[in-house]
T-cell receptor, first 116, second 115 residues
């Protein structure tokens, strides 16, 4: 069965500091990987995705993530945190369901706090 | 309208009421989803519709009844709910199949409170 593990349900950084949100996955098929962001009382917004090709992917708002197959990881980074980055972040991976369909599995989320 | 829209944005209902949540996607996708998001719980997939056919039902109580009349519209009919059903209900859509990347596009959600 597929799974997505996000280490740390809460991460706090200072404004201007590096942001690192961790995601490890297991998948029975070559994965497609995604990071979503959710601001309070809103839906999830796609930050970036990896499907095939270059393993370092860049997304919106200065975020990027690197697919490392050997480590089954897809960590999210941003060189310099901004107050507006405070939100909840979800990692997701595609895998096969019991009915043989590809479907997304989401991690439990990491809440990012940015201190002034 | 663009993307995925949901109405209403907020809903308060009693345990004996019947109400419906509506979702519409303007992206030409072929799959639609209902998720439940409760405080301090992971995102829970409730139902999946692919080409209007229900393909997943993750042991959701029968007091939640989905309806997908076409590939652009998805409803969630609610009746005799419990207070623990209070949550943010999110709708999403995606393009599945050999030409799709399976990324899901989400609506803003309906904040449901059951009294």
């Amino acid at each position: 069965a597929q799974s997505v593990t996000q280490l740390g349900s809460h991460v706090s950084v200072s404004e201007g500091a590096l942001v690192l949100l961790r995601c490890n996955y297991s998948s029975s098929v070559p994965p497609y990987l995604f990071w979503y962001v959710q601001y309070p009382n809103q839906g999830l917004q796609l930050l970036l995705k990896y499907t095939t090709g270059a393993t370092l992917v860049k997304g919106i708002n200065g975020f990027e993530a690197e697919f490392k197959k050997s480590e089954t990881s897809f960590h999210l980074t941003k060189p310099s945190a901004h107050m507006s980055d405070a939100a909840e972040y979800f990692c997701a991976v595609t895998d096969l369901t019991d009915t043989g369909r590809r479907a997304l599995t989401f991690g439990s989320g990491t809440r990012l706090q940015v201190q002034p | 309208e663009t993307g995925v829209t949901q109405t209403p944005r907020h809903l308060v209902m009693g345990m004996t009421n019947k109400k419906s949540l509506k979702c519409e996607q303007h992206l030409g996708h072929n799959a639609m989803y209902w998720y439940k998001q409760s405080a301090k719980k992971p995102l829970e997939l409730m139902f999946v519709y692919n080409f209007k056919e229900q393909t997943e039902n993750n042991s959701v109580p029968s007091r939640f009844s989905p309806e997908c009349p076409n590939s652009s519209h998805l409803f969630l009919h609610l009746h005799t709910l419990q207070p623990e059903d209070s949550a943010l209900y999110l709708c999403a859509s995606s393009q599945d199949g050999s030409s799709g990347t399976f990324e899901q596009f989400f609506g803003p959600g309906t904040r449901l409170t059951v009294l």
